[in-house]
């Protein structure tokens, strides 16, 4: 709590993260606007401090939030210019809860438009760069977030993970990414892509971290009505062994994977074994129907959520039209980006009458038997540790007119999207050109809590850096 304490200002910390803002911007592109009103917001923490009053537990810390998160500071964008010029009305239920705890958002951070994409390329505001190679993709759709941390000007950042958006940035950055159990955190005031497998999290330096973030926005919010009775802050009804049985998937040891990032994963194994733990080799060959079942269900309901870009309701509209359904047409013409186009057309194409039992709903039944696959391991081990992506970050525009090379990028994390699990991406070392290898760890449902503890154990951290205060066990935050 150094703000709190007053060992350091809220106005101190606040400029130094707007002027890293500004300072990497140019070079890195990471925001789609920066905040300079977020000053005042540190000036009024500061003033309450010196007033004796209480303050929340991320007094003046700031953050960086992710461009699909409605607030009213700024334009909401999702990095597209048919959204160019939304200003919302709303404010996303976890931007309000971050604020009370007093967080001060910086920036918004540049993403594939509407999160459709592995690389931050899809966006309108042109690519985010990787925070150690400006050659390179920051991964995505969460780019902007993850440079963010990675570059240190923050210590957290929002975002989405529809189906790996912020592990797989998180893991080509090297900083902790985390998507919870779906339906952890409140949806409220996101821009939805994919309503079934949308996810809210974080990106940290540290794990521990994300225990604190956790605590201060998971929970039901009746606004969002996907959202689960809070189980975050229960305390885990057994004790909970730290010596784990960690499952490693056969399936995703094979060529496409990177010969570095196999490497790594070789090598936290026998970190593991010498630590204790026990490592259990799985075959979960349903897994690879994962990727075509995600690439048919996601686009289906990315159709459904798109609809409603008129041009009439927010933000862009062609000046071009002379007709209603003229307008609608060349507004959505000029306003979506390739990649948004192609998930509108095939989303509907595999909802339409005569495609529908062949394509939807058929992926509607390899998700429940991934389901019970992932149910399957878990009787059997307590996480899994794989791989996050296919390979480190790639160069800039090596992929761009190939979406299938692209969607592969996806393939060992929109599994875990689509049974609803969590997933943590943890950074383990890098290649040798230097370039962020991240590893993932996944639990079942509702194990956010010891998924986050056990990586604050592997990385030997005992305390929380955000306010210096926490227990990462929680013992001692009970609100
Ligand atoms: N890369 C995946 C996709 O393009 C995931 C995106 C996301 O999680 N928002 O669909």
Same mark, same amino acid.
Request: proline share 4%; glycine share 8%.
């Given at each position: 709590? /150094?703000?709190?304490?007053?060992?350091?200002?809220?106005?101190?910390?606040?400029?130094?993260?707007?002027?890293?803002?500004?300072?990497?911007?140019?070079?890195?592109?990471?925001?789609?606007?920066?905040?300079?009103?977020?000053?005042?917001?540190?000036?009024?923490?500061?003033?309450?401090?010196?007033?004796?009053?209480?303050?929340?537990?991320?007094?003046?810390?700031?953050?960086?939030?992710?461009? =699909?998160?409605?607030?009213?500071?700024?334009?909401?964008?999702?990095?597209?210019?048919?959204?160019?010029?939304?200003?919302?009305?709303?404010?996303?239920? *976890? *931007?309000?809860?971050?604020?009370?705890?007093?967080?001060?958002?910086?920036?918004?951070?540049?993403?594939?438009?509407?999160?459709?994409?592995?690389?931050?390329?899809?966006?309108?505001?042109?690519?985010? /760069?990787?925070?150690?190679?400006?050659?390179?993709?920051?991964?995505?759709?969460?780019?902007?977030?993850?440079?963010?941390?990675?570059?240190?000007?923050?210590?957290?950042?929002?975002?989405?993970?529809?189906?790996?958006?912020?592990?797989?940035?998180?893991?080509?950055?090297?900083?902790?990414?985390?998507?919870?159990?779906?339906?952890?955190?409140?949806?409220?005031?996101?821009?939805?892509?994919?309503?079934?497998?949308?996810?809210?999290?974080?990106?940290?330096?540290?794990?521990?971290?994300?225990?604190?973030?956790?605590?201060?926005?998971?929970?039901?919010?009746?606004?969002?009505?996907?959202?689960?009775?809070?189980?975050?802050?229960?305390?885990?009804?057994?004790?909970?062994?730290?010596?784990?049985?960690?499952?490693?998937?056969?399936?995703?040891?094979?060529?496409?994977?990177?010969?570095?990032?196999?490497?790594?994963?070789?090598?936290?194994?026998?970190?593991?074994?010498?630590?204790?733990?026990?490592?259990?080799?799985?075959?979960?060959?349903?897994?690879?129907?994962?990727?075509?079942?995600?690439?048919?269900?996601?686009?289906?309901?990315?159709?459904?959520?798109?609809?409603?870009?008129?041009?009439?309701?927010?933000?862009?509209? !062609?000046?071009?039209?002379?007709?209603?359904?003229?307008?609608?047409?060349?507004?959505?013409?000029?306003?979506?980006?390739?990649?948004?186009?192609?998930?509108?057309?095939?989303?509907?194409? *595999?909802?339409?009458?005569?495609?529908?039992?062949?394509?939807?709903?058929?992926?509607?039944?390899?998700?429940?038997?991934?389901?019970?696959?992932?149910?399957?391991?878990?009787?059997?081990?307590?996480?899994?540790?794989?791989?996050?992506?296919?390979?480190?970050?790639? /160069?800039?525009?090596? /992929?761009?007119?190939?979406?299938?090379?692209?969607?592969?990028?996806?393939?060992?994390?929109?599994?875990?999207?689509?049974?609803?699990?969590?997933?943590?991406?943890?950074?383990?070392?890098?290649?040798?050109?230097?370039?962020?290898?991240?590893?993932?760890? *996944?639990?079942?449902?509702?194990?956010?809590?010891?998924?986050?503890?056990?990586?604050?154990?592997?990385?030997?951290?005992?305390?929380?850096?955000? =306010?210096?205060?926490?227990?990462?066990?929680?013992? !001692?935050?009970?609100?």
């Amino acid at each position: 709590m /150094k703000v709190a304490n007053q060992e350091i200002s809220a106005v101190n910390l606040v400029k130094e993260a707007l002027e890293k803002a500004h300072k990497y911007q140019k070079d890195y592109n990471i925001f789609t606007w920066i905040n300079d009103e977020a000053l005042a917001r540190a000036a009024e923490i500061d003033q309450k401090i010196a007033a004796g009053e209480t303050v929340g537990k991320l007094a003046g810390v700031p953050y960086a939030l992710k461009d =699909n998160f409605l607030s009213k500071d700024g334009e909401t964008t999702a990095s597209a210019h048919i959204l160019e010029g939304f200003s919302s009305p709303v404010t996303a239920t *976890v *931007v309000e809860k971050l604020e009370a705890a007093g967080a001060i958002m910086i920036g918004r951070t540049n993403l594939d438009a509407f999160a459709h994409g592995s690389s931050t390329e899809n966006s309108y505001y042109g690519s985010t /760069k990787n925070s150690k190679d400006l050659t390179r993709v920051a991964g995505g759709s969460s780019g902007g977030s993850a440079v963010a941390v990675a570059l240190d000007i923050v210590q957290f950042a929002t975002g989405t993970d529809t189906g790996g958006s912020i592990r797989l940035p998180a893991s080509i950055n090297g900083v902790y990414g985390l998507k919870p159990t779906y339906g952890t955190i409140s949806r409220y005031g996101v821009i939805a892509m994919a309503s079934s497998t949308d996810c809210i999290g974080f990106f940290t330096q540290q794990a521990s971290d994300l225990n604190l973030l956790m605590r201060i926005t998971a929970g039901q919010d009746r606004k969002d009505l996907t959202t689960l009775p809070d189980f975050y802050h229960e305390k885990p009804a057994e004790f909970d062994d730290p010596v784990k049985k960690i499952g490693v998937i056969r399936d995703f040891d094979n060529d496409a994977v990177d010969p570095e990032i196999r490497s790594a994963l070789r090598e936290k194994i026998e970190e593991l074994k010498n630590t204790g733990h026990e490592i259990i080799e799985l075959d979960m060959p349903v897994l690879k129907y994962a990727l075509a079942a995600y690439y048919v269900i996601v686009p289906a309901e990315i159709a459904s959520n798109l609809s409603r870009h008129d041009g009439v309701r927010y933000g862009f509209r !062609s000046e071009k039209s002379s007709t209603l359904p003229e307008l609608y047409k060349n507004t959505r013409n000029e306003g979506f980006m390739p990649e948004n186009k192609r998930r509108i057309m095939i989303g509907n194409f *595999v909802l339409s009458s005569g495609f529908y039992d062949a394509y939807y709903l058929k992926a509607a039944k390899a998700r429940t038997l991934i389901i019970d696959e992932y149910n399957k391991a878990f009787e059997k081990c307590d996480f899994l540790l794989t791989p996050v992506g296919p390979s480190p970050a790639f /160069k800039l525009g090596s /992929k761009t007119n190939d979406p299938v090379a692209m969607y592969l990028e996806d393939a060992m994390t929109v599994p875990l999207n689509l049974a609803g699990l969590p997933g943590l991406a943890i950074p383990a070392g890098k290649t040798k050109t230097g370039l962020d290898i991240g590893l993932q760890l *996944v639990g079942p449902r509702r194990s956010d809590r010891r998924i986050i503890n056990f990586a604050a154990q592997l990385a030997g951290e005992a305390s929380n850096t955000i =306010n210096d205060s926490l227990d990462i066990n929680g013992e !001692s935050e009970e609100e």
